[in-house]
């Protein structure tokens, strides 16, 4: 699987394209990171895995595995995106927090499909609906090298120039006034 | 958001966790056997007469050790016993014991004689994805405790200062 570090990438490369839409309204900036963390949420197993490897406890190891395959899943998906949503209970309404949770956590696993899956296994969307015969990858790249890492920095520093040209960095709403670049 | 929702929201990934421990106890024979059958080398060896040849397997271990004709790699095993892999016809020279290997393959296990496994492809797993989370973490603590303004005080975001934000 991709890291964290690409996963965000990829997520901020999404929210840039939106945020260049004519259509595109600067309150919908707060959900624009919710987006991103959704993104990056299935993947919350890594802290209980370095854990059990910590303890070096066989069962808690095995959990940690197999917590893997659930939250690559539509439903694991559902589930951290609930409880993540939990975390922001003054929120006025709690869908505008679950659904970016929800549609990064759904990039997330599309992002991962694109690789050789880990242990032969791709993502098993309809878990536990299906079984293992139904996952799938597009087995485009090995996971866990530098490759996605830097083409998806090649395409970030992509958007960085176009805001520089256009002057306007539109996920940030930060716009300079040309007096201060030229 | 209702107290009782919060409390089932927050506890909902104890459901994938039940999942887990579910899944970690069932065994599933393969219902396709026609496709690569991704397999644990411990069910592959408690199970050995189903995973046999000619169904093809993949597997993930730890190299032990490796024979010095470069032709057997040793696998860590189950309770501190070794998995015996024949890899004739394969340049295994850059292989070195520590090393997380996927293998592509099939099972003899089943054969007293043999009981080995047989390799028709490797990969070398070398893995940076868990040190490149560690940026990715602390990027996303910065976006939640400096750009939120999370605060754990309250578990959640401060409506005090969400509503200054709105009315600046």
Redesign the interface.
């Known amino acids: 699987m991709p890291d964290w570090l690409t996963h965000m990438g990829i997520a901020y490369i999404v929210i840039w394209g939106i945020s260049k839409m004519p259509k595109y309204k600067d309150s919908l900036r707060k959900y624009f990171w919710i987006f991103v963390i959704g993104m990056v949420a299935p993947d919350i197993e890594r802290i209980f895995k370095i854990v059990a490897q910590e303890l070096g406890n066989v069962t808690f190891i095995n959990i940690a595995s197999n917590f893997t395959l659930i939250s690559h899943s539509i439903l694991g998906v559902l589930l951290i995106s609930l409880f993540i949503t939990a975390f922001f209970p003054h929120e006025p309404d709690c869908k505008y927090i679950f659904l970016p949770l929800f549609i990064g956590g759904m990039g997330h696993l599309v992002t991962d499909m694109i690789m050789n899956p880990w242990q032969g296994m791709g993502i098993n969307l309809f878990y536990p609906l299906t079984g293992s015969e139904f996952a799938y990858s597009f087995h485009l790249v090995w996971p866990g090298g530098f490759g996605p890492l830097i083409i998806t920095g090649i395409i970030l520093l992509g958007t960085v120039c176009v805001d520089l040209i256009q002057k306007n960095f539109s996920v940030f709403n930060i716009q300079f006034p040309k007096s201060s670049l030229e | 958001?209702k107290k009782i929702l919060?409390?089932?929201?927050?506890l909902?990934?104890l459901?994938?966790?039940g999942?887990?421990?579910y899944?970690?106890n069932v065994w599933?024979p393969?219902?396709?056997p026609n496709?690569?059958?991704?397999v644990s080398i411990e069910t592959l060896l408690e199970h050995n007469e189903t995973y046999k040849a000619p169904m093809e397997l993949?597997i993930?271990g730890d190299v032990f050790n490796k024979s010095d004709v470069d032709e057997y790699l040793f696998l860590d095993g189950i309770n501190d016993g070794y998995f015996k892999v024949n890899c004739t016809g394969l340049n295994i020279s850059s292989i070195e014991p520590g090393m997380t290997l996927?293998l592509?393959g099939y099972s003899f296990y089943d054969d007293p004689e043999k009981q080995y496994f047989v390799a028709i492809e490797f990969?070398i797993?070398?893995?940076?994805?868990?040190?490149?989370?560690i940026?990715?973490?602390i990027?996303?603590l910065l976006?939640?405790f400096w750009?939120?303004k999370f605060q754990i005080k309250?578990?959640?975001?401060?409506?005090k200062s969400?509503e200054d934000e709105k009315n600046a």
């Open positions: 958001m919060r409390i089932l929201f927050l909902s990934p459901i994938i966790v999942l887990a421990y899944e970690m599933h393969p219902l396709n496709i690569p059958q991704p993949i993930t996927e592509r990969h797993a070398i893995s940076y994805s868990i040190y490149l989370s940026p990715g973490a990027l996303i976006i939640l750009g939120f309250d578990f959640s975001f401060s409506r969400a």
